[in-house]
């Protein structure tokens, strides 16, 4: 990748400066800033190339996200429910509402569509926006429901630092 860079830093050393200023042994202040400016962008743009050409493969850890799996896990321990209750189609107030919050976890920290996370708990993406908006309005209005919330994206956020740390 340095020889690359290089190539790329001498192409851009014939290029004329701005303001139609060339080259010479006795460069002024104003043409040794463009110059360096010049140098600044052009390497931002390489380091970006640089990363591009790595592939899929060498993402930085501190990319790595949460799965609804994942979600699924810490909600079901947190309320103690089975993963079967959360999928049942039953309406169930209790059930209904954990299995909402897991939807809006999902939705928060999960990079998934809500197609994408309709498919992990077996519903349609409108079931998924329904939970999501309605849990969102009553954590404005639910204290109790406002303390677990922050008490489960705690424990999401440890997760996502346990998964990073690996």
Known sequence: MDALRQSILRAQMGKPLPGGAQKSPGVRAADTAAIDAR???????????ITMLKGPGKKPRATRQLFPADV?????????????????????????????????????????????????????????????????????????LDDDLSKLEAQLADALARRNAA
């Not at 140098?39 to 190339?49: E, G």
């Not at 990079?111 to 994408?116: D, K, N, P």
């Open 39 to 49: 140098f600044a962008v052009l390497d931002k743009k390489l380091d970006t190339l």
């Open 72 to 144: 699924r896990r810490v909600v079901t321990l947190f309320f103690d429910v089975t993963e079967e209750d959360i999928d049942r189609r039953g309406r169930r107030a209790r059930i209904a509402c954990v299995r909402q919050i897991a939807y809006y976890l999902c939705r928060t920290y999960t990079t998934r569509s809500l197609s994408e996370i309709g498919r992990a708990f077996r519903r349609d993406h409108t079931t998924i926006l329904h939970g999501v908006r309605r849990i969102g309005a009553l954590r404005k209005s639910d204290a109790a």
